[in-house]
């Protein structure tokens, strides 16, 4: 079994501004506010947090889901974008 990547580098969709943060393991996170312009994040549709919306990597509970682990794929879509073959 692989190790949870723990930290995610959230994107701004409003400014650009990328900042990483240590998601929680038991929890998802539904609001962020950006460090620069302050805009609130909220997760898209069909995403349960701001990470798995605007994140390099999403949440834990998602990548254990997905079998997304610290050697393995976690994303191949950039951050704020739809995911591939979705839109």
């Known amino acids: 079994m692989h190790d949870v990547i723990l ?28 460090a620069a312009c302050h805009t ?22 998602i990548q254990a889901q997905r079998g997304q682990t610290a050697t393995g794929p976690v994303r191949s879509d950039p951050p704020g974008e739809p995911p591939a073959g979705t839109a």
Do not use: N, R
């Open 40 to 61: 609130i994040l909220k997760p898209k549709p069909g995403d349960c947090c701001v990470f798995c919306s605007y994140g390099s990597v999403p949440c834990p509970p």
């Open 7 to 34: 930290e995610s580098s959230l994107t701004c969709p409003a400014c650009g501004h990328v900042k990483t943060e240590t998601m929680a393991t038991d929890a998802c996170q539904w609001f962020y506010e950006c």
